[in-house]
């Protein structure tokens, strides 16, 4: 038997543990009674984590479970049965619908008042049994409960430690079946679980049900062992041990609470002999810890190990298969004729603003209804009251015969309705097999079986490897999702939308954000899939939209201005003068060759990259990355997606770790400098994005940036005056547009000698794209500038250079004019192609 295979399993570890545990204590004349507290406090710790791990809730009053299930043996075992075995069962259903009762009324609210509402419940718990003298003892509890089935105690140490083992294997079962994957996507992303089909309500609830169950049974076994039944197990005092126990050990670690209850325990057996205040001692190793090793005990070691990771699941994927079947999408059973989705009179207003002002449209299957619009049109807002993300102000909504204006999202993905989201919408701390595998298992019958392993279904499985060979995922299958490129998430995004088997698909801005030859694999599917289905397309590259559409609708300041033929809508005034702006390619020539200002003989460097090696989670992205940014100078980074743009500018600006290699700013070596030195020091990034603070208005985001040498307000406003109309608007309630502007705007509040803009023109209308154009060649007078983005015809023209990286690597460099004019290099290192129409026209004949 394989010693190190034995010992990954966590159940197998826990039960050595244990054992080890028991013997050294018993070794040392120390009490065996210690050691069973371990067993007890681990599996109570389990139980927490299922909420704060899995599920994403903190509770802070888990005794309430806890310490109610002592009495409830005590109790059964004093005055009702003579069975610890049926008082434990007892007590445990007891304890699961105290819990079902509990969590229907606290999980109606989120973060802190979901902790608080807890915590709530454990002191209303902990008066009722310190006042309610009668059947709690009071103040003295109750004491000399009998255990007649185990009357010596290494009897029943041996029995805590069994059932603490099989409680602890049913849950690392739970936790890898459909259930407890629902579970983690849940944690990550509840709109997206929700829109996938999940009941993410009752999802939650019954993971604090199936929590509440393990802590009281952890709860029984601690009366046994005491023998007695005491209100100190309820008081605010003891109600966040068990979190606390599982922060310690580490809290995306199955065995975290093993780790933190050794700890706990044998600290407080030793310190409390010492000094009545251990707590003195204890609270700056909490401390510690919470500064030095986030992820507690087990982290640590990790970190020694150069092991780190979560080991909340097993850390392996189903195996590949010899021969991926391709996607293919069933074909929905339609009348061609009748529209599927019906909507009448559509309003929404916001106060005084109007996003949506009486809508009536048809969309009819097997057809690509594309609906554009200028930023801010309200075209997203339309989708999210389409989906119920928003209940509108008026009208009607019908999908497929049935009036769905007012049911919840769930419910109507559940009819046959999926979506995209404009700003990306993925489960990041699961793998992108997993993303895609949840999102298949949402459309199942079986989608939150409790035994089942999540992997086993080679008919899931088989269509998630198709989902991810039609968006070109296949190679990254095993890894996390966070670790991948912007560019790879939106294609991620795109195989979750696809995996639901719907009746209608709205997607919302699929391109952007991918590369050419990325956009055109998309543009073929989403073409491919109005065959078979109803298909609603947000989008801003009109090239693609009228390539490839069947109706066009056109929203303007939420009214509908045009909706007919693409060949009509391309023609029509309004849509011309509302959305079509002036387009990139009429910035003049004067203007474009003004951008590009003679070099003097001598440039000044500014940003120097040299031989930079660095990644993510150990893996390595930059490659020996060379890079020159020079005073008053725009550079631009191109490459397909994955290759490494994005992570060049983190790593400059200290987020991402750099390996081997230097980066030189200003004449300071910046190398894994902190972000805000680096700023500081006058290195601003634009995040991909915006990552804008969404309960502050645009005034406010910006004299939050503000520092002594950054650009007035004034000069803002003049800069985009269209932010001068919205100063008092909220950050959420903006456009894609007028977000960007927001977020160029703030990085100028500090003083900046270099700007890089990382994806600044993904998601906006062309309009929107010139102004942000001609905002950057302002820049240029202020700041040096980096921009990364994947349209290259939309850089080129304001750039002085370029690089195009390939594998973390720089593969050309050259002037941003001398690429302009390579069409070969553009198609060979960019994927761009110039025959797309004829791909696209050949798709729809499909």
Known sequence: MNLKLVTRHPIALLAICLFVVSVLLSITGTPLNLTTQIAIYTLYGMGVNLLVAYSGLVPFGASAFFGTSTYLVAVSLQRLVGNEIVALALSVALTTGMAAVIGAIVLKRRGLYFSLLTLACSQIAFEIAFKWTEVTGGENGLQNVPRPMFATFPAFHVFVCVTVLAAAWALWRLVHSPFGRALQALRDNEERASSLGYDTYRLKLFSFVVSAAIIGYAGGLLCLMLQGAYANNLSWEHACDSLLMTVLGGVHQFLGPLWGAIAFILLEDKLSSLTEHWWLLFAPIIIAFAFFSPEGIQGLVQRFLKEPRWTLVRDTIPERPAVIEPYRSARIDADPNMPILSVRGLSKRFGSLVTADEIDLDVFPYRLHSFIGPNGAGKTTFFNMLTGVLQPTAGRIVFDGQDVTRLAMFKRVRLGMSRSFQILSVFRNLTVFENVRVAVQAAERGRLGVWLDAHGSEKQNARTWSLLSAVGLVERAAAVCESLSHGEQRLLEIAISLATRAKILLLDEPLAGLAEADR??????????????????????????????????????????????????????????????????????????????????????????????????????????????????????????????????????GVVPVNSGSITFDGHDITNKPTHVINRLGLAMVPEGRRLFPNLTVFENLRLAARKGGVSVDEIYALFPRLANRKDTRAENLSGGERQMVAIARALMAPAKAILLDEPFEGLAPA???????????????????????????????????????????????????????????????????????????????
């Not at 109803?534 to 090239?543: R, S």
């Not at 983005?789 to 720089?810: F, K, S, T, W």
């Open 520 to 653: 055109e694999i998309v543009a073929k599917i989403v073409r491919e899939l109005a065959n078979h289905h109803a298909v609603v397309l947000i989008e801003h590259d009109i090239d693609r939209v009228l390539a490839i559409s069947d109706r066009i609708s056109v929203l303007h300041r939420g009214h509908l201005i045009a909706d007919g033929a693409p060949a009509e809508v391309a023609v029509h005034p309004e849509v011309i003068e509302a959305y079509m702006g002036r387009s990139k390619r009429t910035l003049p020539v004067a203007e474009r060759l003004n951008t590009r200002v003679a070099r003097a003989a001598a440039i000044k460097p500014l940003l120097t990259i040299r031989n930079l090696k660095g990644g993510y989670g150990g893996n390595t992205i930059l490659d020996g990355l060379d890079l020159t940014l020079n005073e008053g100078e725009v550079v631009a980074i191109l490459g397909r997606n994955g290759v490494g743009k994005t992570t060049t500018l983190r790593a400059a600006t």
């Open 768 to 846: 929107v794209v010139q102004e942000v154009l001609d905002a950057v060649v302002r820049l240029r007078d202020r700041a040096s500038v980096i921009i990364v983005e994947h349209q290259a015809d939309m850089v080129l023209p304001i750039a002085d250079r370029v690089y195009v990286l390939v594998n973390g690597r720089v593969a050309y460099e050259n002037t941003a004019e001398a690429l302009e004019q390579d069409e070969f290099t553009q198609a060979r290192l960019l994927g761009i192609v110039h025959d797309e129409a004829e791909l696209i026209h050949e798709a729809k004949k499909a």
